[in-house]
């Protein structure tokens, strides 16, 4: 019964910035190492930022979006947060939301190491 789903998407201007939201229920949310994934039409899809939080606290963003969008996660809500800044044409996607219920996070930001997804928002820069 995990449940993932996605807000915030929107059609912004190049330059502009947006937050996106995923609610999560159905699983331990504080073991689960959380991710933004993004997908256009005819492309895999792709990773964009990882988080988990415990003991040791840890975050990771894909090369392209290092240093315009941040990641978090809020435990009493049970939602992970993208900020995305300085939004740019190519960063138009449909945006996902994953979990990876156990185990921790991964080297990398790995298609295959998510199980669990959400229906998707849609992100136009334009």
């Known amino acids: 019964q995990v449940q993932l789903v996605e807000s915030g998407g929107d059609l912004v201007q190049p330059g502009g910035s947006l937050r996106l939201s995923c609610a999560a229920s159905?699983?331990?949310?504080?073991?689960?190492?959380m991710a933004w994934f993004r997908q256009v039409p005819g492309k895999e899809r792709e990773g964009t930022a990882v988080?988990?939080?415990?003991?040791?606290?840890?975050?990771n963003y894909d090369r392209s979006v290092k240093g315009r969008f941040t990641i978090s996660m809020d435990n009493a809500k049970n939602t992970v947060y993208l900020q995305m800044n300085s939004l740019k044409v190519e960063d138009t996607a449909m945006y996902y939301c994953?979990?990876?219920?156990?185990?921790?996070?991964?080297?990398?930001?790995?298609?295959?190491?998510?199980?669990?997804w959400g229906q998707g928002t849609q992100v136009t820069v334009s």
């Open positions: 159905g699983f331990s949310f504080g073991r689960a190492c």
């Open positions: 994953a979990a990876r219920i156990d185990g921790g996070c991964l080297p990398g930001i790995r298609l295959s190491d998510f199980d669990n």
């Open positions: 988080i988990y939080t415990g003991r040791i606290d840890y975050t």
